[in-house]
């Protein structure tokens, strides 16, 4: 999202003093209390618009490998609180908002399916700060999250990187104001081409059939697949579907005694900030949709505030859609072992995106248990060709 280069300058500087004390240390203690049922993982296809029956149609579920409904690998960061980014944001930060910049995942073979309940240990990794052409001086940061399902299995790790910036800066250079960036209008013959694109790419694999690792070339290209247009509904349907955005279905769960950065004031504006004694009676002020920091995705004014323009995407679903693209071309007997992505841009109000997909290597016995997996290099553009997305997946296939 933003292009790091020199370190900050004495113009204006980020006050990274109270998150230096938190370098290292496991933090956000926090728990969903229930387990996920498969109306979940349902909600979940639906707002990442990922029509896998796989993972919604039951009867379809029942005549594959699982027996019945699965979650995809993308839904793991809707089992957790705080959309994968919350131990990247720690300590506060003067006149600050956020932004999330990529993901990295490590999975572990373990599905998750209804019935499941994950716990998750959180750490804040560190960070640096360089001047980037967004907003001046900024914070790269990042975050782990190891994921863990009742039975004692590991699930997946998330490494979460955010870019911490001071609003003003990023006003001041407007990188992504309104009057360089108009929301979209798009024709009746437009999004007749979207709809095609789209059914075209729901029919290409809609068995879940797997390609075989001997019969996929290097160069190979993944069938193209379109979302959008994205709107301020589509963001409130993402939101949503992140099992945490439902009221009272998580609890802080720190140990005695021990000091919980989540719960302390980040340094955001007062009107993007949550307020959790005022949630105990009204849950609207604990939630992304009304309040606190993600409320700018849905509120275009909010947006403008924090330099982002208008109403915007969340960057946990650009990640998902790269994952359940890989998935869905690999097939049921497909597996991503690791996925790295960069986000450039944000799914702004009025966007389509795109997303493309080349297989780029071939590596017969892979670090993943020596199985083999394809390499996997996704770009994610909008309708005017920007590059909002680029990353790489470690994907095995059946041999």
Not at 133 to 138: I, M
Not at 273 to 282: G, L, P
Not at 349 to 367: F, H, L, N, R
Request: glycine residues 10%; aromatic residues 10%.
């Amino acid at each position: 999202m933003a292009e790091a280069g020199a370190p900050q300058s004495d113009a204006a500087k980020l006050d990274t003093t109270d998150v230096d004390q938190w370098i290292g240390k496991r933090i956000i203690f926090a728990e969903l209390y229930d387990p996920c049922n498969a109306t979940d993982i349902r909600r979940w296809v639906q707002a990442m618009d990922y029509p896998n029956p796989l993972h919604w149609d039951e009867e379809f579920a029942k005549k594959s490998k699982y027996g019945g409904i699965v979650a995809p690998q993308s839904f793991t960061v809707a089992m957790d609180y705080g959309h994968g980014c919350h131990p990247s944001c720690v300590g506060k930060i003067p006149n600050t908002h956020l932004i999330f910049a990529g993901e990295e995942w490590w999975f572990y073979g373990t599905p998750i399916r209804p019935g499941d309940k994950l716990t998750q240990e959180r750490t804040f990794a560190g960070y640096k700060v360089a001047d980037t052409s967004f907003a001046g001086p900024t914070m790269f940061a990042d975050g782990d999250t190891v994921h863990t399902n009742q039975k004692g299995e590991k699930v997946a790790k998330e490494r979460a990187t955010s870019i911490r910036y001071l609003v003003e800066q990023a006003n001041k250079r407007a990188v992504y104001g309104k009057e360089k960036r108009p929301v979209k209008q798009w024709t009746r013959d437009e999004l007749n081409e979207v709809s095609r694109l789209r059914h075209e790419w729901i029919l290409s694999n809609r068995e879940g059939k797997s390609p075989h690792f001997k019969d996929v070339q290097v160069g190979d290209k993944l069938p193209r697949r379109v979302i959008g247009p994205h709107s301020v509904i589509s963001f409130a349907n993402e939101c949503r579907a992140h099992r945490q955005n439902i009221w009272g279905t998580w609890r802080w769960n720190a140990p005695a005694g021990v000091r919980d950065p989540a719960t302390e004031d980040a340094g955001f504006g007062k009107d993007m900030s949550y307020d959790h004694e005022a949630r105990k009676i009204d849950p609207r002020r604990g939630d992304g949709l009304y309040h606190g920091p993600s409320s700018g995705h849905v509120n275009p004014e909010k947006g403008e505030k924090v330099g982002m323009g208008g109403a915007y995407g969340y960057g946990s679903s650009m990640n998902a859609w790269m994952i359940d693209t890989i998935a869905y071309w690999a097939g049921t007997d497909g597996f991503v072992w690791h996925a790295k992505s960069q986000f450039r841009s944000p799914a702004f109000e009025g966007d389509v995106t795109y997303v493309d997909g080349e297989v780029t290597a071939k590596i017969e016995k892979s670090e993943f248990g020596g199985k083999p997996v394809v390499v996997v290099q996704v770009v994610m553009t909008n309708q005017d060709a920007d590059a909002i997305l680029k990353g790489k997946a470690e994907v095995e296939l059946p041999a």
